[in-house]
C-alpha cells in the first residue's frame, strides 16, 4: 500500500529531511494507529516546511482523524545561522532569523490538507505541560539537543493510547550514522520504560507501538 500519490509527490517537493521510503513508513504507521484508536488525532512534533506532515495529513484523512501539527517555526539549534543544518532561505529579512511557517503555510495551501491539519506555532513543551487528551499517534521529529529530545519524550509519550503508535525521526543505531540524542533520549527510554514495541524501523525512523 502506498500514500495517495499527489500527496506524496508534494511532500518529495517540499522541503525538509524525510526521505521518501520513510515518509511511506510514516503514513502507514500513522494509518494503522488511526485504525487502533479510532476518534483520536495525531500529534507531529516539528513540521518545519510540513514536508513529512503531508505524509500524516493523508493518514488523518484517510482515518477521519485530525492532525496537530506543533512546530515554533524558530528552527532548532542546529538550523540557526552558522550551523550544519541552515537554510538561508528561510530568513525572514526583516529580523533576520529562522522562519519556517511562512513556507510550511504554502506547503499545507499547495497540498490542500488545512482540514485535516491544525498548526500549532509554539514550543514542545509549553504545549504538552497543557495538553490532555489521548493520541493515535505522536510523531517526534523536534530539537535534537539534550533537553529537547528529553522534554518531548516526556511531554509526549504519556498521550500515545494503547494501541497507539510512537515514532521518532532520527534514529541511529551507530553514533558514526548521526546524532546521539533522539535514540538516546526518546528511543532507548520509550522501550526501557515496558510500555512500547518496536513494530517498524525503516532508514532512521522507528515506529513503537503502546502495549500497556
Ligand atoms: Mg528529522
Redesign the pocket.
Known sequence: MRPPRRLRELALDTK???PPEEGDALWAAALEAGRACPGLAFMEV?AYCGR?TLWLAAAARECGTMLWSLDHHAGSEEQQPGWEWHDASLVDPATGRMDSLPTYLATLGRAGVRDVVVPIVARSRDVSSRWHSPLALVFI?GG?GVEPAREDWRGWGPWVARGGMLAI??VFDDARDGGRT?HDEIYAPALASGDFREVRAVG?LRVLQRTS
Open positions: 525538509g529531511f524525510m516539528g513529512s521529529d535534537h525521526h532520527d533522539p532512521s
